[in-house]
């Protein structure tokens, strides 16, 4: 048994966040992995002073889990020990959120590296510093490492042949690799006599000698040995799919089996990151490992991980952990959810029914991971059109901060103190000015403020006036998130009630104060204006802690309501103004921070458009991604490669993308209305221009439309073929008309904004039927 | 072969090609810049780079939206299999209320995934589960299109279902949904209510009736006879080289002119060549110009003008009592009105088709139900036929030429009529 001395294990931490490996990145394009400048690996000054709070006393436990464990995984995969009721986390057990061993700091939600029962290595080996694969000395200031793409062997620079004098661009594989490759016999270089290759925790998790796994939580057994429960990280040799040709090599998938590990089975931090943090850490040791997809081990498939600002993600996170702390079961459900229990469930449950979707939701992912798509190397109007759709939201909104200022001092002042007193705000605003985003991230700050201790913790609920199927749901919406329990309305607003008068127990996040945010409040509008008038009046209780915001479109939606219930909203209010077009230009080039995709002043004049009508962010946003994509499309049709590198948005995407915004369409569906179309349309204007009103009967229009094709020698179809083209111009929307069973009475009347001017606009140059110009 | 079993292989294998729903788009296809590239391409790249999208196709009825939509997609199918899920809901069927459409949604998604699917769960759960299968989705690099054939009609009411799923696209980052609407109805996103319609926004595609060029080559496509071990082929040549002679016919060129003329839509053509396929001379086994002529006589039908034509005597003059008491420029008028007419006109003329007050009251019933002329309001349903206002629902041009086309119709009409136009 290894028990790691606080020396030793200081000079690991220095080496792993010190000694700068370059991981590799074959598919990326973006930072390029740098010199494996290596330090030197000696201890340096750590927070020694950091007393270990609890240090374990492993004797004799350990033994016992070793034994358990060496039986009960022998093969590769790191099978989840069958945990004995005996060894379950009782309530008599503490939790920890953190544990200090030697003095390196065990934290939920770090990574490890876990040592497998049965290995043969030799404990003494030192498996941290990695050497030359030539010379077989470890790196120095001097003589700098890198490192192969493909084997991941480190190589001094000098060692190589020919020797390199700076560290190459983009990706690098060494010459044994390319032999290999061509198929040339490879005779590594042998060590010197009495050295063995020493093999380092990245190169034995790779070979399937170490696990990696996830802390996510931390015990302490009644006879005073420590656990922890993780999750396994599995490589992709130990999955169903096997190693794929665009797995990376030091990829690893976190897979859904939950497994109990003493600390003493613990080697060391490792760092397994997601793409954009991998894609950062260019030289942050050698212990960095690239995790993007979640395997399934029951199924057998993977799943992407969600990405961190994922709203849902962070709350499903939070409340499990809460559930954990609270000394509930929810661990033991959660584990055997990966187990078989549910597929042998007897009776099956429809999959949208509540109960039957964790069974079957699972199912869906890739029985093999795609290479991501990101990865690929994207062009210019590619990235520029992914930088500004609507999805891909910045972490704060720009322009914004006197209102967040606003936010933030109102929510603060409402929970700041000691007394906790029910507040309302009304926030209102056009649509896409920004006022949900600008919460929202007043929440973030918040919360990450709450985190750092500055402030009480408090407990953020949001529901959407829209999204509810009728207004009185958002009582069973607003229960549920509170409490987690999903009951019927009359029942929730009963519990509400309870709660925010008598302050009554619900669920577990009572005693914090609760901020609900109402987005869309004037869809609760009911006839009576209960609901409205009930969450309005929950915070003027004593003892409620609740603040509400509520978020419409409309300025005077209190002045509309009943006075109880404009009285109850309180004078606090916030107005969001649409945005200038320097506004919506700082936006959208806050997006496009470093992509060189459009002509100069285009912005501006897509800006200035919108600014003009509405001061609608999300609809300049959206006119710029719709220029840049029809300038992808205009790129793609040209097929030349020389010209589709330099490539950017012009002038005639973005007025294209413009007219699709503001341009009736009405004038390009009337160019492309049939021949006998044209001749009513322009009857119809000719005559409503000489009767100066603004409808017609049928009756008339066929009188004019004969005299118009006697005159110009059209035969005349009959008056059921032009009832009939009526009929198919009023489908298209370019005419009202009444329904035809009236016939002759039946009252036509011009469909767009600038009546006649557009079906002129429109027909003046017709090819077919020239003479129609001459009526217009 | 008998002539006749070649004639009739032939026949089967035009109408398979007419029928189908979209072998007709998918000729036009590779035709440049057509919209089934533009939609394939906006599909693909954002199935590709997992971003979500909304396109809205906007043509006439039968100018192919549907079907191009259907082409696309089956052919994504193929180079992406299980890479996307659709759905697909009918403005008529699931609009109306969130129940319908929503059940929709789950069911199609379960049906997908071979998942099982109950009837009975509420609203509420069919709602979560759209909404945990869309984040299943993200994370498994799926996309899901939903296409909401009558788009036009998702844009009335609350409009919940618009809102949910563009909520969803922008709430959901890194996944892929694509909305593909089709639509008639010009101006339905100006229908969209405010905070709806900022958060919409849409790439649109115009389809449009077919270009000479492309009727060209849908007509030769269609009705060339392809080379089949069951046909001799010196019939099929012969067959081709007729329908060459047809095509190059100055005759054809106006049929097919007046066809088009008030539907160009390319439906509409596949309605006329069928009509024309039925009118093949089973002796010869060939397509002839005779044939497209009868097709075209068939599709020009006046069903108005034909009811006017075997109209009795006595429905005639109440037809031109009416009109001239419309000529007489009175507002309103009932049966009894039009009665007074009848006898005075029967006074002055002294005809032989002077009939009872209650066989016309049968006459006029008659008329009624043609829809010849009909009661110019809806109240009133419980007043005796006499009383209601009525009006008449044919022009006088038509009255005119349905007299002067009527054989049985006598002179003294003829005459009235002109009286009362030229006076």
Same mark, same amino acid.
């Given at each position: 048994m290894e028990r790691t001395t606080p020396s030793k294990l200081s000079r690991l931490r220095s080496d792993s966040t010190l000694a700068a490996t370059p991981p590799p990145t074959p598919g990326f394009t973006g930072p390029r992995r740098s010199s494996r400048l290596l330090t030197s690996p000696g201890p340096t000054k750590l927070d020694s002073d950091d007393a270990p709070s609890s240090l374990p006393t492993p004797i004799p436990s350990s033994t016992k889990a070793k034994r358990r464990l060496s039986l009960e995984s022998p093969t590769t995969d790191p099978v989840t020990p069958i945990r004995s009721e005996s060894k379950r986390p009782k309530r008599t057990t503490v939790q920890y959120k953190k544990v200090v061993l030697g003095d390196v700091e065990f934290q939920v939600g770090d990574d490890i590296y876990v040592k497998k029962q049965g290995s043969v290595e030799s404990e003494s080996e030192d498996p941290d510093v990695e050497e030359c694969r030539v010379c077989f000395t470890p790196a120095s200031k001097s003589k700098i490492m890198i490192e192969c793409d493909d084997c991941l062997g480190g190589f001094h620079l000098q060692c190589l042949k020919p020797p390199l004098r700076k560290i190459p661009e983009g990706d690098w594989i060494c010459s044994f690799c390319t032999d290999k490759k061509d198929g040339k016999e490879v005779v590594w270089p042998e060590p010197p006599e009495g050295k063995k290759i020493k093999r380092t925790a990245r190169e034995k998790l790779l070979s399937g000698d170490l696990h990696a796994a996830c802390i996510k939580s931390i015990w302490r057994e009644t006879d005073g040995t420590?656990?922890?429960?993780?999750?396994?990280?599995?490589?992709?040799?130990?999955?169903?799919?096997?190693?794929?040709?665009?797995?990376?090599?030091?990829?690893?998938?976190?897979?859904?089996?939950?497994?109990?590990?003493?600390?003493?089975?613990?080697?060391?931090?490792?760092?397994?990151?997601?793409?954009?943090?991998?894609?950062?850490?260019?030289?942050?040791?050698?212990?960095?490992?690239?995790?993007?997809?979640? +395997?399934?081990?029951?199924?057998?498939?993977?799943?992407?991980?969600?990405?961190?600002?994922?709203?849902?993600?962070?709350?499903?996170?939070?409340?499990? +952990?809460?559930?954990?702390?609270?000394?509930?079961?929810?661990?033991?459900?959660? $584990?055997?959810?990966?187990?078989? $229990?549910?597929?042998?469930?007897?009776? %099956?449950?429809?999959?949208?029914?509540?109960?039957?979707?964790?069974?079957?939701?699972?199912?869906?992912?890739?029985?093999?991971?795609?290479?991501?798509?990101?990865?690929?190397?994207?062009?210019?109007?590619?990235?520029?059109?992914?930088?500004?759709?609507?999805?891909?939201?910045?972490?704060?909104?720009?322009?914004?901060?006197?209102?967040?200022?606003?936010?933030?001092?109102?929510?603060?002042?409402?929970?700041?103190?000691?007394?906790?007193?029910?507040?309302?705000?009304?926030?209102?605003? %056009?649509?896409?000015?920004?006022?949900?985003?600008?919460?929202?991230?007043?929440?973030?700050?918040?919360?990450?403020?709450?985190?750092?201790?500055?402030?009480?913790?408090?407990?953020?609920?949001?529901?959407?006036?829209?999204?509810?199927?009728?207004?009185?749901?958002?009582?069973?919406?607003?229960?549920?998130?509170? $409490?987690?329990?999903? %009951?019927g309305w009359k029942k929730a607003l009963h519990c509400l009630n309870e709660h925010f008068s008598n302050g009554k127990k619900l669920g577990k996040k009572d005693q914090k104060p609760i901020v609900l945010l109402i987005d869309e409040l004037d869809m609760l509008v009911t006839r009576n204006q209960s609901v409205l008038y009930n969450i309005l009046d929950w915070p003027t209780r004593p003892n409620s802690k609740l603040i509400v915001i509520g978020i419409a479109n409309t300025m005077d939606l209190p002045e509309h309501l009943s006075p109880r219930i404009s009285s109850r909203m309180g004078i606090q209010r916030l107005c969001f103004l649409p945005y200038n077009h320097e506004q919506l230009a700082q936006i959208i080039l806050s997006r496009l921070k470093g992509i060189d995709a459009f002509e100069d002043n285009l912005i501006e004049l897509a800006c200035r458009k919108v600014a003009a009508s509405s001061g609608d962010a999300r609809r300049a946003l959206q006119i710029c991604q719709r220029a840049s994509v029809l300038a992808e499309y205009r790129v793609k049709q040209i097929a030349d490669a020389k010209a589709k590198g330099k490539s950017r948005v012009c002038l005639t995407d973005i007025e294209g993308a413009l007219d699709e915004v503001f341009k009736s369409p009405h004038i390009q569906r009337m160019k492309m209305c049939s021949k006998f179309g044209k001749i009513v349309l322009t009857a119809m204007v000719n005559e409503l221009h000489r009767t100066g009103g603004e409808e017609l009967t049928f009756e008339k229009l066929s009188e004019r439309v004969i005299s118009l094709c006697s005159m110009h020698h059209e035969v005349f179809p009959g008056y059921d073929t032009l009832m009939r083209a009526c009929c198919l111009l009023g489908d298209g929307g370019i005419i009202l008309c009444e329904e035809p069973k009236k016939h002759m009475s039946q009252k036509l009347q011009l469909n767009c904004s600038s009546g006649s001017d557009d079906v002129a606009l429109a027909l003046k140059d017709c090819s077919e039927t020239p003479w129609l110009s001459l009526y217009l | 072969?008998?002539?006749?079993?070649?004639?009739?292989?032939?026949?089967?294998?035009?109408?398979?090609?007419?029928?189908?729903?979209?072998?007709?788009?998918?000729?036009?296809?590779?035709?440049?810049?057509?919209?089934?590239?533009?939609?394939?391409?906006?599909? #693909?790249?954002?199935? #590709?780079?997992?971003?979500?999208?909304? @396109?809205? @196709?906007?043509?006439?009825?039968?100018?192919?939206?549907?079907?191009?939509?259907?082409?696309?997609?089956?052919?994504?199918?193929?180079?992406?299999?299980?890479?996307?899920?659709?759905?697909?809901?009918?403005?008529?069927?699931?609009?109306?209320?969130?129940?319908?459409?929503?059940?929709? &949604?789950?069911?199609?998604?379960?049906?997908?995934?071979?998942?099982?699917? #109950?009837?009975?769960?509420?609203?509420?759960?069919?709602?979560?589960?759209?909404?945990?299968?869309?984040? *299943?989705?993200?994370?498994?690099?799926?996309?899901?299109?939903?296409?909401?054939?009558?788009?036009?009609?998702?844009?009335?009411?609350?409009?919940?279902?618009?809102?949910?799923?563009?909520?969803?696209? *922008?709430?959901?980052?890194?996944?892929?949904?694509?909305? &593909?609407?089709?639509?008639? @109805? *010009?101006?339905?996103?100006?229908?969209?209510? !405010?905070?709806?319609?900022?958060?919409? #926004?849409?790439?649109? @595609?115009?389809?449009?009736?077919?270009?000479?060029?492309?009727?060209?080559?849908?007509?030769?496509?269609?009705?060339?006879?392809?080379?089949?071990?069951?046909?001799?082929? !010196?019939?099929?040549?012969?067959?081709?080289?007729?329908?060459?002679? &047809?095509?190059?016919?100055?005759?054809?060129?106006?049929?097919?002119?007046?066809?088009?003329?008030?539907?160009?839509?390319?439906?509409?053509?596949?309605?006329?060549?069928?009509?024309?396929?039925?009118?093949?001379?089973?002796?010869?086994?060939?397509?002839?110009?005779?044939?497209?002529?009868?097709?075209?006589?068939?599709?020009?039908?006046?069903?108005?003008?034909?009811?006017?034509?075997?109209?009795?005597?006595?429905?005639?003059?109440?037809?031109?009592?009416?009109?001239?008491?419309?000529?007489?420029? *009175?507002?309103?008028?009932?049966?009894?009105?039009?009665?007074?007419?009848? !006898?005075?006109?029967?006074?002055?003329?002294?005809?032989?088709?002077?009939?009872?007050?209650?066989?016309?009251?049968?006459?006029?019933?008659?008329?009624?139900?043609?829809?010849?002329?009909s009661f110019t309001d809806t109240k009133g349903r419980n007043d005796s036929i006499k009383f209601r206002p009525v009006k008449l629902l044919v022009s006088s041009r038509e009255l005119d030429s349905s007299l002067k086309a009527n054989s049985s119709c006598p002179t003294i009409l003829q005459k009235l009529i002109d009286h009362e136009s030229y006076m």
């Open positions: 420590y656990w922890l429960r993780c999750v396994w990280y599995r490589t992709p040799e130990e999955t169903a799919a096997g190693r794929q040709p665009h797995n990376l090599r030091r990829e690893l998938y976190r897979t859904n089996d939950y497994g109990d590990v003493v600390i003493n089975s613990v080697l060391r931090h490792c760092y397994v990151m997601n793409p954009e943090e991998y894609q950062r850490a260019s030289d942050d040791g050698d212990d960095i490992f690239y995790c993007e997809y979640e +395997y399934d081990v029951n199924y057998h498939n993977f799943k992407r991980l969600p990405d961190i600002d994922d709203n849902y993600a962070e709350n499903d996170e939070s409340s499990d +952990y809460e559930g954990d702390s609270d000394g509930d079961s929810d661990n033991d459900d959660r $584990s055997l959810r990966g187990t078989s $229990s549910n597929r042998s469930r007897s009776k %099956v449950l429809a999959a949208n029914s509540r109960k039957g979707r964790a069974y079957w939701l699972p199912k869906i992912a890739e029985s093999k991971t795609q290479e991501n798509r990101k990865r690929r190397k994207q062009s210019k109007l590619e990235k520029a059109s992914a930088a500004l759709s609507l999805a891909s939201r910045p972490t704060s909104p720009p322009c914004r901060n006197k209102e967040m200022e606003e936010i933030e001092t109102f929510v603060k002042g409402a929970i700041g103190g000691q007394e906790c007193l029910g507040r309302c705000l009304y926030i209102h605003g %056009v649509p896409g000015t920004g006022k949900t985003m600008s919460v929202r991230a007043v929440m973030r700050n918040l919360k990450s403020e709450v985190d750092s201790g500055v402030l009480r913790s408090f407990c953020f609920i949001e529901t959407n006036g829209m999204k509810l199927s009728s207004p009185n749901n958002i009582y069973k919406n607003i229960y549920e998130q509170l $409490s987690g329990h999903a %009951v | 072969m008998e002539v006749s079993e070649q004639a009739a292989i032939a026949l089967r294998q035009l109408r398979e090609r007419l029928c189908s729903r979209t072998l007709a788009h998918s000729l036009l296809q590779f035709s440049s810049d057509n919209n089934f590239s533009k939609l394939k391409f906006h599909i #693909s790249s954002s199935i #590709s780079a997992a971003c979500s999208k909304v @396109l809205l @196709l906007r043509g006439d009825k039968g100018s192919g939206k549907s079907a191009v939509v259907e082409l696309v997609l089956k052919d994504l199918k193929a180079e992406h299999p299980d890479f996307f899920s659709v759905v697909t809901l009918y403005g008529l069927l699931h609009s109306d209320d969130d129940i319908s459409a929503l059940e929709e &949604i789950a069911r199609q998604l379960c049906v997908g995934h071979k998942f099982s699917f #109950s009837k009975t769960v509420s609203l509420d759960e069919n709602k979560e589960f759209l909404m945990d299968m869309l984040k *299943e989705y993200g994370l498994a690099r799926k996309t899901v299109v939903f296409v909401l054939d009558e788009f036009h009609l998702f844009t009335q009411g609350k409009q919940w279902l618009l809102y949910t799923l563009f909520d969803a696209m *922008e709430t959901f980052t890194s996944q892929s949904i694509i909305i &593909i609407g089709l639509s008639c @109805l *010009e101006g339905s996103e100006q229908q969209l209510e !405010k905070r709806v319609r900022s958060r919409f #926004s849409s790439c649109t @595609l115009l389809f449009g009736p077919p270009s000479e060029e492309d009727r060209r080559i849908l007509l030769e496509q269609l009705l060339y006879l392809q080379k089949d071990p069951s046909l001799a082929s !010196k019939y099929v040549v012969e067959f081709n080289s007729r329908l060459d002679k &047809i095509f190059s016919d100055k005759k054809f060129k106006e049929i097919l002119s007046y066809v088009t003329c008030a539907d160009g839509s390319t439906n509409h053509l596949l309605r006329f060549l069928f009509a024309a396929s039925s009118y093949m001379d089973m002796e010869s086994g060939f397509l002839s110009l005779q044939s497209f002529d009868s097709a075209y006589s068939l599709m020009k039908r006046q069903p108005k003008f034909a009811s006017l034509h075997d109209l009795s005597v006595l429905e005639l003059y109440i037809l031109v009592c009416m009109h001239r008491l419309q000529c007489k420029e *009175e507002t309103s008028y009932n049966f009894n009105s039009v009665m007074k007419e009848y !006898k005075a006109i029967q006074d002055a003329h002294k005809t032989s088709d002077n009939y009872s007050h209650a066989v016309c009251l049968r006459a006029f019933e008659h008329l009624l139900d043609r829809e010849l002329i």
